[in-house]
């Protein structure tokens, strides 16, 4: 399928069009499967995990949605995907990112970002960020106003005090406060456990209540990640998290580190990532996919080749199940500049899916597993 030649007065006159439909398609949250052949767009467009285009926060477009329209209205990429993945990090309904993002183990919500812009090589990050609803900002700030990549802990919301952004006691909503008190309840009804006991309670409790339909299973690692490719062929992505629900104080996963949560080259394409951080740190993945690419491989057979090092390199038992298998999931969301794309998983998740916008509007389309889901599965007896 060859690209479209459009002119950015066409890219205007489509956003208007497109977005029209997206407004009244995009009330479903699924759209008919496609085809599990490899998938081609046309620029601009913008890729990200499926809470991209489930989230409004009460306003008339998703996170894909908002982005794309700013693109083709001639807006920066990053500014634009800022705008985007902002609509999610003040939505209070998604609990794994931002404004009420599940708290660590003390109760407290740590937020993590990370910002990369390809073409005008710039790229910032914040970790362990508390008292500010969205995070991507402040990370886009220490891209532009400093030289330094990452800023964490309480000198990265100084620097959000300082560059004017508003610093909150406390970003739990009723939701993720009951969700964490849950949580405390089912390590020790009474008194904290002995700290030898404590990580394998910690488990038990959050699986419990994954059974219990009570926490979603992909909230436990949270984030969204969002890319895109302007009509310029300028490039630029964000991964922004309220990282794994009730981690240890302090924990930071791959979300704001360059070249795991988020990566992008001006002349290949971009990736992100959402799922378990740990796995993704320890191979770098994202750096790992778009290296793939610039030597000649489709996003899809790249992304599965990082989720075949992750599963080679998950070797510590407790992170793997009854079958031998990781006992987590991981997720990416990979383009190249030619259109192309692919969302790839290490499970099969007949609910996982990949946020796409382009001229043909907003939609969400099913992403594609290296194992299939009964590998998920603990074995009776497991």
Known sequence: MSR?????????????????TTSTAATSTTTPPVSRAKRRTSAPWVLASGNGHEFRNGGPRTCVEEAWL???RGDDVLDALVAGVQIVELDPADDSVGYGGLPNADGVVQLDSCVMHGTRRLAGGVAALEGVRTPAAVALAVATATDHHLLVGHGAQEFARQMGFTIEADLNTPNSRAQWLEWQRRIDPGHWLDPNRKTEAAARATA????????????????????????????????????????????????????????VDASVGAAGSTGRGEANLYNLSSHLIVELMRNGQHPKDAGLEALRRIRANTTDPRLRNGNGEPRFNVKFYVSNLAGDYAGVALYEDPQATIAVCDANGGRLEPLEGLLPWSKWQEPPGA
Do not use: E, Y
Not at 4 to 20: H, I, K, P, Q, V
Not at 228 to 245: E, F, K, W
């Open 4 to 20: 479209l030649s459009t002119t950015r007065r066409t890219f205007l006159g489509l956003a208007g069009a497109a977005l029209s």
């Open 70 to 72: 700013r693109i083709a």
């Open 208 to 263: 419990s209540m994954v059974a219990a339909g009570l926490v979603d299973a992909d909230k436990i690692w949270g984030t969204i990640h969002c890319h895109a490719v302007g009509p310029q062929r300028d490039v630029a992505g964000v991964t922004t998290t309220s990282g794994l629900a009730w981690k240890i104080p302090g924990r930071v996963g791959d979300s704001p580190i360059l070249g795991a949560g988020n990566w």
